[in-house]
């Protein structure tokens, strides 16, 4: 059987968390030889009457690494059972396509799974939101497992 690499893109809005923190609790993590948390921190680029500024420019996304690496810690002790004896690891890079260059890190991983979380954005909120989801379904090399939110139950009057 193939080692087993979960690739886990874990987003720093608290609403998309608590999926990944239930998925967690009952996957079984028996069969993973590696995990490794992933945040990519998306580079912007804005036009200035003096040129272009990069965003966040190389300095702030120095001071960012280490909270986001602590972030992705503390999220990791929620998403990963404390039992699991695998390798464990943290990585937060920056690009400016976030979905491009996670592609290329689940290749230079040999990830044989993206676990991504979503909002669930439907009809015209989905056409025009550009979704990291729909990109990793797209272009992943590996098979990619979706959490999706809690179903809301509607309620008949």
């Given at each position: 059987?193939?080692?087993?690499?979960?690739?886990?893109?874990?987003?720093?809005?608290?609403?998309l968390?608590?999926?990944?923190?239930?998925?967690?609790?009952?996957?079984?993590?028996?069969?993973?030889?590696?995990?490794?948390?992933?945040?990519?921190?998306?580079?912007?680029?804005?036009?200035?009457?003096?040129?272009?500024?990069?965003?966040?420019?190389?300095?702030?996304?120095?001071?960012?690494?280490l909270?986001?690496?602590?972030?992705?810690?503390?999220?990791?002790?929620?998403?990963?059972p404390?039992?699991?004896?695998?390798?464990?690891?943290?990585?937060?890079?920056?690009?400016?396509?976030?979905?491009?260059?996670?592609?290329?890190?689940?290749?230079?991983?040999?990830?044989?799974?993206?676990?991504?979380?979503?909002?669930?954005?439907?009809?015209?909120?989905g056409?025009?939101?550009?979704?990291?989801?729909?990109?990793?379904?797209?272009?992943?090399p590996?098979?990619?497992?979706?959490?999706?939110?809690?179903?809301?139950?509607?309620?008949?009057?």
């Amino acid at each position: 059987m193939c080692p087993q690499r979960i690739v886990i893109a874990v987003p720093l809005e608290e609403s998309l968390l608590p999926q990944l923190y239930e998925w967690g609790s009952n996957f079984d993590f028996t069969h993973v030889d590696e995990v490794h948390l992933l945040h990519v921190v998306k580079k912007s680029l804005t036009p200035m009457e003096y040129g272009l500024v990069e965003s966040p420019d190389d300095f702030t996304y120095n001071e960012m690494v280490l909270p986001l690496e602590k972030f992705l810690r503390v999220e990791g002790q929620k998403i990963v059972p404390s039992d699991y004896t695998g390798a464990l690891s943290y990585e937060v890079t920056k690009g400016f396509t976030p979905e491009e260059e996670v592609v290329d890190i689940l290749r230079s991983f040999r990830a044989t799974l993206i676990v991504v979380s979503t909002r669930g954005k439907h009809g015209l909120d989905g056409f025009f939101h550009r979704s990291f989801t729909d990109y990793m379904i797209k272009f992943s090399p590996c098979d990619v497992l979706v959490i999706r939110p809690p179903a809301e139950v509607k309620k008949s009057v």
